[in-house]
């Protein structure tokens, strides 16, 4: 099986872009590989540190081996936004194909040491293991929370935006694999409706960097902004808030309707159907499948 690195290299040269969702437990991963697999298109796993806690570190990454081993599928685990070397660290320790040092608050110069430390590590744990590991880091605040938004996050703004000369000067220091940058995109649902992405800034950064783009926040975005920053060079797209809607929405429905039913199994099931519809819809826009 070709390696996450080599995914991202064909899902460029395609000018298509790999889903990113996040799970905090076991129904969403059947949501999102049963959408996956029906496509037949590659897909990255997320946890972020809460995420992770919930989950456990060890069981996530047990459970997409598990499953990339069993199907020879191309499903990737991603420790996203970890705020600190050492959670970086145990991510990678415990296997994780990638990581996300997310020093986003630091200055700039903070920001790159701690990112360059991470990057090195990975590069030293890899050459032991012989592991392709990939490590991505944040430049420009795009906000915290995978979740419903009463307004715009406060220290986002189209001002904040990440500067192409700041991007290139960050990975040319740091050696990072892949960066996320902020052009418009915020995490969470805005009620009123999501800010625009700028495929403008996207396609200034992959200029002014040369290496693959993440678009984080994407929930709540538009189908047509997806497409002009994909076309622009973002090659992967982080998905969350959706999902947890989704799944909390259809599991609370299917209680309301069915209050004496008692087994998870029956009515989690709902959830995992949610979820893989959401999906599905998303892994279809990204990679181009009408
Ligand atoms: P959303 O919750 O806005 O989709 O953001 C997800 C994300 O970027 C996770 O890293």
Same mark, same amino acid.
């Given at each position: ?6 995914? &991202? ?25 049963? %959408? ?8 990255? &796993? ?28 191309? $499903? ?20 994780? /194909?990638?990581?996300? !040092? ?45 979740? !419903?938004?009463?307004? $715009? *996050? ?9 500067? *192409?000369? /700041? ?12 960066? %996320? ?13 999501? *800010? ?7 396609? %200034? $950064?992959?200029?002014?960097?040369? &290496? ?23 090659? !992967? ?39 893989? %519809? ?13």
């Amino acid at each position: 099986m070709k390696t996450l690195r080599e995914y &991202i290299k064909e899902a460029d040269e395609k000018g298509i872009a790999i889903g990113h969702f996040n799970i905090s437990n076991l129904e969403a991963l059947h949501g999102i590989y049963n %959408a996956a697999k029906k496509l037949n298109v590659p897909v990255i &796993i997320g946890l972020s540190e809460g995420e992770e806690e919930f989950v456990g570190r060890e069981e996530a990454v047990a459970l997409v081996k598990a499953l990339r081993a069993r199907d020879n599928f191309p $499903i990737f685990l991603n420790a996203d936004h970890h705020y600190g070397f050492e959670s970086v660290k145990a991510a990678l320790d415990a296997g994780y /194909d990638a990581a996300i !040092i997310d020093a986003v608050k630091l200055p700039l110069e903070e920001n790159i040491i701690l990112t360059k430390k991470c990057v090195d590590y990975a590069r030293e744990l890899g050459k032991k293991e012989n592991r392709d590991i990939l490590i991505e880091a944040e430049l420009g605040f795009i906000g915290t929370s995978s979740k !419903i938004l009463d307004a $715009i *996050p406060e220290g986002v703004s189209e001002a904040t935006m990440t500067k *192409p000369e /700041d991007a290139k000067h960050f990975v040319e220091a740091t050696g990072v694999d892949l960066l %996320a940058p902020s052009v418009g995109n915020v995490h969470g649902m805005v009620k009123g409706g999501n *800010p625009r992405l700028h495929p403008e800034v996207v396609k %200034a $950064i992959r200029e002014a960097t040369g &290496i693959p783009l993440v678009l984080h926040g994407g929930s709540g975005s538009m189908n047509e902004d997806f497409v002009a920053c994909i076309a622009e060079g973002i090659d !992967i797209v982080h998905i969350n808030t959706e999902i947890r809607v989704a799944y909390r929405d259809a599991v609370k429905k299917f209680l309301n309707e069915n209050p004496n039913e008692v087994a998870p199994y029956k009515f989690l099931k709902s959830g995992v159907e949610a979820v893989e %519809a959401v999906v599905e819809a998303r892994l279809k826009l990204f990679n181009g499948i009408k």
